[in-house]
């Protein structure tokens, strides 16, 4: 835009009537400030010319003083008589009575002709000293017709070392000869001080100079100037300075600054001096200047402001031309920019069209891919991550038949709907850190259909990248694997859990257990292992059935969980048999509340189906670390308690000690010697006779084995049968009784009867197995010649509780060998008649027990009775045990009881013996 000439004249105008006003502002400013500084110069020459006459009047004065004493002392020594004008002691005291005239504040001293001190008005001890070398004294000395007043130049005090200057008198004798000098050291200091007073301002310096220069008193500083060259380096000169000389030195020195005065003490060899700095001056000068300043820039802003006003109301209307012209060029600009913009973006948006055409046409290709693929497809946004996850778009098919969820119904919503509670927590907040992390992962996880049916599905999520990089979406690809899973957890169970309880069996809980006992060791603490064992569990089962049996180890196996705490741990390892840890033992107290409340709740009575069954238990308690650390050992431990427990009577909790320890050890031996017993012909058979209770004759003997162990001597059969039935053993020593007792009773048959019969006892556990060496018996007996008759063999009724068919038809087999049968201890357990006759029984024994106490009309009487006669309805012969009297016989033969047994006629003996008996023929009738 152009601006118009006669526009431009007249800011031009208004421009230097600006500058003009400002240049006679700042002319008139600079002026002032120049004018007022001069004459604040000249205010402070006048004033330090009027002040150095107060201080050189002030000086004059003191020091007109101090010369009067001098002159007093000079005359009076003068007229004293010739001798003590030379005595020290006369001096001295003239110089201190004349009190009168010394002041306080300075002293005198006498120098001799020759410069040596005499005496001085105070204490100072001055004689001797030399002072010939003071200017003072000099002076005095050669100037013998100048009896003036002298000032010495400054110095220190050869006596009192102090900063002084020396006001002095001639001293001469009437005749006029020199006797010496007068002095008084004045204190420079205290003029100082005066000085210091005085002073106005603090750009004042006065000073007291000495004719040769050197400055007596200042202030400020005046221990710094003290003797200083007071002169202007350019007045100091090689001659011998002048009172003139000096004055015009320090004049001219002040000539030319503003404010400097000095002038000569009348008669003295001294000047005084004042000056006063321009400083103050300049301070002032400074001030005027900024004052000047400012008022020369409201001049300029009231110019500029008044200046712009002027030219703003032409200025307004040229510029809203100019800015119209400019904004018709820039809408063009603008205009042609966005035409461009159009197409490119047209251009762009073609592009956009067909690209979307491509990728709508790949992403149906892809759903068809999709939709038939058997694995579920499901496509999340890639956020939000929080508030439930990413929302779903897309769901295939597979997903939409396995799940049972539409894609409506999934579509926007996100895929916690499929979680629930069995979902896993851990693993969820797995993928929510990968899925923030857009990182690819794989998970197993239980889902939700939307029937509410849990299903497990394996799934591996991906990251969907666009062209650069970012994550735009999830695509997760999922596999049901429920079946795999239930396999899995099966074969688990199988291996952990047992199967009719659902407690941890016995791998599971030594595992545990195994663990606990190391986190003891770790970090102290106590653990109690409980074994317990059901009692008389066997008879629920004869009884009631197997299925009754479990049912009631499904209610044992609750009822222990319901007595343990959290942190306690119960598993059954095997039939009857269960064991509970308890960890986490401040004391016993704890261990014996839950074993008796074990013990309370086992013996409450089990409604099982239709029968109200009871049952007890019997518990062995073992501590770690308390008893051993070792899991095997504790285990141990446990059952040995246990066993002790069923031995003191069942149910009840033994805790396991020491000894119990010591008997399992003795039991072990004695195990491993009874292994060896055998081989080393350490057993003997005995036999005790079976006496015909109608005839008297010995007709049969049951054999009664014995071991003789090389060091504990004879062991009875109730300590090693038990054990050679635990271990096994009794199978092989069964074997051996047999064949020693076929041996005997073919020999006794040959020699003394030849229907002779000997008794066998048969262990149960001998038909356990492989059973019954039947066929070797059947061997035995043949290579000796006899038959089968001649055994008997006593089975306990415990075997026929055990039945099975496996021990009938063993019994059956030893029967067709022509052996008989003979149930022993008949009425001490469950005796079921039905077996009696199965097994075709040939004799029972009546227990010792029924024939102790037997006596007319009692009711082991009418029990032994009811017993034979039952027996002679089953075709049965009877056998009496443990007869030790002749009433005891005699009452057996009247109830008819077929044979009798016990001390009455003879204990068990050896088979020499018993031959004896045989041979003797002797009836053993009472
Ligand atoms: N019903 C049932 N019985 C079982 C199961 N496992 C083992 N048994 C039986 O449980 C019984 C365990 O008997 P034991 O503990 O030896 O003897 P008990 O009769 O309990 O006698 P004591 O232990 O001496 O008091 C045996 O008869 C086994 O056959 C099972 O799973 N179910």
């Not at 996850?389 to 996100?414: C, K, W």
């Not at 663990?515 to 603490?525: D, E, F, L, N, T």
């Not at 009884?543 to 007595?563: F, I, M, P, S, W």
Request: some cysteine; charged content about 25%.
């Amino acid at each position: 835009m152009r601006v118009p000439y006669q526009y431009r004249m007249y800011k031009r105008r208004v421009f230097y009537a600006c500058g003009f006003v400002i240049a006679i502002s700042l002319s008139l400013v600079a002026w002032k400030i120049f004018s007022s500084y001069i004459d604040r110069e000249n205010i402070a020459r006048e004033q330090s010319r009027t002040f150095v006459h107060a201080i050189e009047a002030h000086v004059f004065h003191s020091l007109q003083l101090i010369d009067l004493s001098l002159l007093g002392f000079s005359n009076a020594l003068g007229l004293l008589p010739p001798a003590e004008q030379v005595s020290v002691d006369a001096i001295k005291r003239l110089l201190s009575s004349n009190g009168s005239l010394a002041r306080s504040d300075y002293w005198v001293l006498f120098i001799d002709a020759n410069g040596r001190g005499v005496a001085a008005s105070n204490d100072l001890s001055v004689a001797g000293t030399d002072y010939s070398d003071r200017d003072y004294f000099r002076v005095h000395k050669a100037n013998g017709a100048a009896k003036a007043a002298y000032v010495g130049e400054p110095d220190f005090g050869r006596v009192s070392r102090k900063r002084v200057f020396f006001l002095s008198r001639r001293v001469e004798d009437a005749a006029g000869r020199f006797l010496g000098v007068i002095a008084a050291p004045i204190e420079a200091s205290r003029i100082a001080s005066m000085f210091r007073h005085a002073r106005f301002r603090d750009d004042v310096v006065i000073k007291l100079v000495h004719e040769n220069g050197k400055t007596i008193a200042s202030a400020p500083s005046f221990e710094e100037n003290f003797t200083k060259d007071a002169r202007h380096a350019s007045h100091r000169g090689p001659e011998k300075p002048t009172m003139s000389t000096i004055y015009s030195a320090l004049v001219s020195h002040g000539a030319g600054k503003p404010a400097s005065a000095s002038r000569p003490i009348d008669g003295l060899p001294l000047i005084v001096t004042v000056e006063v700095f321009p400083e103050g001056n300049y301070q002032a000068l400074i001030t005027d200047i900024k004052a000047g300043g400012l008022i020369i820039l409201v001049v300029i802003a009231l110019a500029v402001t008044t200046a712009h006003f002027a030219i703003t109301s032409v200025d307004a209307v040229t510029r809203s031309r100019a800015a119209i012209l400019k904004a018709e060029r820039d809408v063009e600009i603008r205009v042609t920019q966005r035409t461009a913009n159009l197409h490119d973006a047209n251009r762009r948006l073609q592009d956009e069209v067909e690209e979307r055409k491509e990728a709508a046409e790949r992403l149906t290709l892809f759903e068809k891919c999709l939709a038939q693929l058997s694995d579920m497809v499901m496509i999340t946004e890639s956020y939000p991550l929080t508030s439930g996850g990413p929302r779903i778009i897309f769901v295939n098919n597979a997903f939409e038949r396995q799940t049972g969820y539409d894609s409506d119904d999934v579509l926007g919503r996100t895929p916690r709907i499929l979680q629930g509670p069995r979902t896993d927590r851990a693993e969820l907040s797995r993928i929510r850190d990968c899925v923030a992390r857009h990182e690819a992962l794989k998970a197993e996880l239980i889902n939700y259909r939307k029937d509410g049916s849990e299903y497990w599905v394996e799934m591996e999520i991906v990251p969907v990248r666009d062209k650069n990089g970012e994550c735009t979406q999830f695509v997760s690809i999922q596999r049901d694997i429920t079946d795999r899973k239930s396999a899995l957890d099966l074969i688990w169970k199988q291996a952990n859990i047992d199967s009719l309880t659902g407690l941890p069996n016995r791998q599971m809980f030594t595992a545990h257990f195994g663990h606990q006992i190391k986190s003891v060791a770790r970090s102290g603490g106590r653990l109690a292992l409980m074994f317990l064992d059901l009692d008389s569990f066997k008879e629920i089962n004869d009884v009631y059935g197997h299925d009754t049996g479990d049912l009631l180890l499904q209610e044992a196996g609750n009822r222990l969980k319901a007595c343990i705490r959290d942190c306690d741990f119960v598993g059954r390892i095997g039939g009857d048999e269960f064991t509970i840890l308890l960890t986490d033992l401040a004391s016993n107290s704890g261990i014996e509340r839950v074993a008796q409340e074990i013990l309370a709740v086992m013996s409450r009575p089990f409604q099982l189906h239709q029968h109200t069954v009871f049952i007890s238990a019997s518990i062995g308690v073992t501590l770690c670390p308390d008893d051993s650390s070792v899991p095997g050992d504790l285990f141990k431990n446990a059952d040995q308690a246990m066993y002790v427990a069923k031995s003191r009577g069942r149910n009840q909790y033994v805790y396991f000690d020491q000894q119990m320890q010591e008997q399992a050890q003795t039991k072990m031996r004695t195990a491993s010697d009874l292994r060896t017993a055998l081989s080393r012909g350490e057993f003997e058979l005995y036999y005790q006779p079976i006496v015909n209770l109608a005839n008297g004759h010995v007709e049969k003997a049951e054999a009664l084995i014995r071991w003789k162990h090389p060091e504990k001597g004879m062991i009875s059969p109730a300590t090693f049968i038990p054990l050679a039935e635990d271990t096994g053993t009794i199978v092989s020593i069964g074997d051996w009784v047999f064949g020693e007792a076929a041996r005997t009773v073919a020999a006794w048959r040959s020699r003394y009867r030849p229907d002779f019969q000997v008794s066998i006892n048969v262990s149960p556990v001998q038909f356990k197995n492989s059973g019954i060496p039947h066929k070797k018996w059947v061997a035995t007996l043949e290579s000796l010649g006899t038959t089968g008759d001649g055994i008997v063999v006593e089975i306990t009724e415990r075997l026929l509780l055990d039945v099975e068919d496996s021990v009938r038809r063993q019994l059956l087999m030893l029967r067709e060998a022509g052996m008989k049968m003979s149930l022993d201890d008949f009425g001490t357990g469950y005796s079921s008649l039905s077996y009696l006759k199965k097994l075709n029984i040939d004799f029972i024994k009546i227990d010792q027990s029924f024939v102790s106490a037997l006596a007319m009309d009692s009711e082991d009487m009418i029990l032994c009775e009811a017993m034979i006669a039952m027996a002679h309805k089953l075709g049965l012969k009877v056998v009496a045990e443990g007869i030790e009297t002749a009433a005891q016989c005699s009452l057996l033969r009247t109830i008819g009881c077929d044979f009798g047994q016990g001390y009455h006629f003879s204990k068990p003996v050896r088979a020499s013996l018993f031959e004896e008996l045989l041979q003797s023929h002797s009836a053993l009738m009472a």
